[in-house]
């Protein structure tokens, strides 16, 4: 069993998709950020840098197994079921950098973009045009490389599910704001339609209910 320690955010349901995609039993711990539930002592021991998601695989071989940081989670429980992650080779190689892509780029960026138009307490022009900028030029790598193979990797993989939640809810938004970067973003709406179809990433979603 694994407990996830998690909460309504795309980093959250990145390791909820992955957990029903892989058909893993788990028990979901709902952490209210808003209330400050990540400063919590007894979710500190599991996640030092007091940010969801978290996990604990009980079932580990050597006694149970603490794990945070999403993309860290993500490939744990890529290489405990032997899904959605290759052991070697080139298709290992591309899904770990889009992976690496969306940790380092597309949650970074749009993060900073959601905090600096809708919870700054001041309007930064600069600020806002700085990370919505950004934001638009990595959806059009994603295009770009949506262009070339049916997903992120090649095969279906954790970079689509560490992907999908968040381009799912800033895509148009996005391409509103910035049309001359995103353009039409065709193959990116593919890709959105065909992961949010999956009943796996639907499930996923949905996690924690609230």
Do not use: C
Request: glycine share 10%; proline share 7%; hydrophobic share 45%.
């Amino acid at each position: 069993m694994i407990d996830l320690y998690t909460w309504t955010t795309p980093n959250g349901r990145k390791v909820s998709i992955m957990l029903e995609e892989a058909g893993l039993p788990y028990e979901v711990h709902a952490i209210n950020i808003g209330k400050g539930e990540q400063f919590a002592p007894a979710f500190l021991k599991i996640s030092p840098n007091n940010r969801i998601p978290a996990m604990v695989d009980r079932d580990a071989d050597s006694g149970p197994v603490a794990v945070f940081e999403s993309g860290a989670i993500l490939i744990y429980l890529a290489e405990k079921t032997g899904k959605f992650l290759a052991p070697k080779g080139e298709q290992r190689a591309k899904t770990l950098e889009w992976l690496m892509w969306q940790m380092g780029g597309v949650g970074p960026m749009l993060g900073q973009a959601n905090h600096f138009i809708n919870t700054a307490p001041e309007k930064i022009p600069y600020a806002m045009d700085r990370y919505i900028g950004e934001a638009a030029r990595l959806i059009k790598v994603l295009d770009k490389r949506l262009g070339e193979a049916n997903y992120m990797a090649g095969d279906y993989s954790i970079a689509d599910m560490a992907t999908y939640p968040w381009i799912s809810i800033a895509f148009d938004l996005i391409r509103q704001a910035k049309p001359d970067v995103v353009g039409e973003g065709a193959n990116v709406k593919r890709w959105l339609d065909t992961v949010g179809a999956r009943p796996a990433v639907q499930r996923g979603m949905a996690v924690p209910e609230v």
